[in-house]
């Protein structure tokens, strides 16, 4: 099978190549897929540049990159059922902590890990799900139910943040989010109520001030170290700060007295490590969102496998407006 790989860690244009792998064969447990779109996350840059926390060096012969994913289950291993072969599929955690991610024509990996797709969702779509979309939903309901309550989505034009929008706004809640002045009425279409620039001097004021003088009960959080400031500003008293992301500021100084004193709670999410329990509630939230049709998503583009490269530094640039994408499968259509 054709598969993307690395053998060592650096730049993609030094690092990455199409090479010829035997296919894998479904273990106990597990599901074989014939993957279709692979999607490339942040987190997989640093990966192919640094490797995973938790693992010295560089642990395998090779790395077929990538988490998110989405395919066909071609064949099933003992105790699967034979009935989930033809099943329409999307992917979690495909290459975490292990060698061969979803950049390939085939993956096998537990059965748990391959989530049946609604019918009506493209498997485009469905290559978004496992990172941006998983993140999104914990983030919002996390800490429960949204409905009358006021959600600040700090970064809501970025592929987590604008499906953490339309998820809080389907789930009931008043929605304000920060982004650049460009992208405001893409977010506003997305739902939220109001739109404000994330560049502010005074940002904190302004959100004040959108939601009636009033404090916000969840800040989904894209970067906690540049936005704790503003952030303990307006957070409600019992509030929540579900933080995701902190890349331009890895040691914030905290603002504890103002958090102590109104008693907020730091969700710091790491989407690769949900408990089971969090993860199940998840996927059957971003599942009922989907069958409801609530989401829309972005897509900047869809690469070959030959521009694996591309890709890459595609997401390593930032400014997109959507996912990025490689089509594995010769026919990817639903």
Not at 29 to 40: H, N, P, R, T, Y
Not at 53 to 61: A, N, R
Not at 129 to 146: E, M
Request: charged share 20%.
């Amino acid at each position: 099978m054709k598969a993307i790989t690395y053998r060592a860690f650096g730049a993609a244009s030094e690092v990455l190549r199409v090479e010829d792998l035997p296919s894998p064969s479904p273990a106990v447990g597990e599901v074989l897929i014939d993957v279709a779109f692979s999607g490339v996350n942040p987190s997989d840059v640093k990966t192919r540049t640094r490797g995973q926390p938790g693992l010295q060096g560089f642990p395998w012969d090779y790395i077929t990159p990538h988490s998110d994913g989405s395919g066909v289950i071609c064949a099933v291993g003992e105790g699967v059922s034979s009935s989930r072969i033809g099943e329409r599929v999307w992917i979690w955690n495909g290459q975490f902590r292990r060698a061969c991610g979803t950049a390939a024509q085939q993956i096998a990996l537990p059965s748990e890990q391959a989530i049946a797709l609604p019918d009506g969702v493209s498997l485009e779509v469905g290559a978004i799900l496992g990172i941006p979309g998983l993140t999104a939903c914990n983030a919002v309901f996390g800490q429960g139910d949204v409905a009358g309550k006021t959600v600040l989505v700090q970064g809501g034009a970025g592929t987590v943040g604008i499906l953490a929008v339309q998820l809080a706004k389907w789930g009931g809640a008043r929605v304000i989010a920060t982004c650049n002045p460009k992208a405001g009425s893409r977010v506003l279409s997305a739902g939220a109520d109001v739109v404000l620039d994330y560049r502010s001097k005074d940002l904190a004021e302004q959100i004040l001030q959108a939601n009636g003088a009033s404090p916000v009960d969840l800040i989904v959080e894209v970067e906690f170290g540049l936005n704790i400031e503003t952030d303990a500003q307006v957070i409600a008293e019992n509030g929540c700060i579900a933080a995701y992301g902190s890349a331009q500021e890895m040691s914030p100084n905290l603002p504890f007295m103002p958090l102590l004193f109104k008693a907020v709670r730091l969700e710091i999410i790491l989407v690769y490590l949900l408990s089971e329990t969090e993860r199940a509630a998840a996927i059957l939230r971003l599942n009922q969102a989907l069958k409801a049709g609530a989401l829309s998503f972005d897509i900047e583009k869809v690469y070959a496998v030959s521009e694996a490269c591309r890709a890459h530094e595609a997401v390593e640039a930032g400014n997109r407006q959507g996912a990025i994408l490689i089509q594995i499968g010769e026919s990817a259509v639903p």
